[in-house]
Nanobody
Framework: QVQLVESGGGSVQAGGSLRLSCAAS????????MGWFRQAPGKEREGVAA????????FYADFVEGRFTISMDNANNNLYLQMSSLKPEDTAMYYC??????????????????WGLGTQVTVSS
């Protein structure tokens, strides 16, 4: 079992930045792939980025376009998502997730087992 708690969401204007954090606890060694996902109202949940906690390989969705950076602090089991150049279309609930196996290239949410409750990001124009 892995427990995940997100924080760092908030309201920003377009072009601004936010850093999301996810505190992981439990059997994190068995679920080394961690990711960020988001879900906007009326839309399906979609993958944003993922990382392997050991070798720090990263995976990004195409729409990130170099604006977001996923990283890990393995010493403290914290996952981060640094978001810059935010757009109104980035408004969504952002979730942290963990899994034993590597994600598919499209970062399919159904592949991840453990989920946090989410943190809201709102970007105004």
């Amino acid at each position: 079992q892995v427990q995940l708690v997100e924080s760092g969401g908030g309201s920003v204007q377009a072009g601004g930045s936010l850093r999301l954090s996810c505190a992981a606890s439990g059997d994190t060694y068995a679920s080394p792939y961690m990711g960020w996902f988001r879900q906007a109202p009326g839309k399906e949940r979609e993958g944003v980025a993922a990382i392997h906690a050991g070798d720090e390989r990263t995976f990004y969705a195409d729409f990130v376009e170099g604006r977001f950076t996923i990283s890990m602090d393995n010493a403290n089991n914290n996952l981060y998502l640094q978001m810059s150049s935010l757009k109104p279309e980035d408004t969504a609930m952002y979730y942290c997730a963990a899994n034993r196996y590597p994600p598919s290239p499209r970062l399919n949410p159904s592949e991840f087992i453990y989920w946090g409750l989410g943190t809201q990001v709102t970007v105004s124009s």
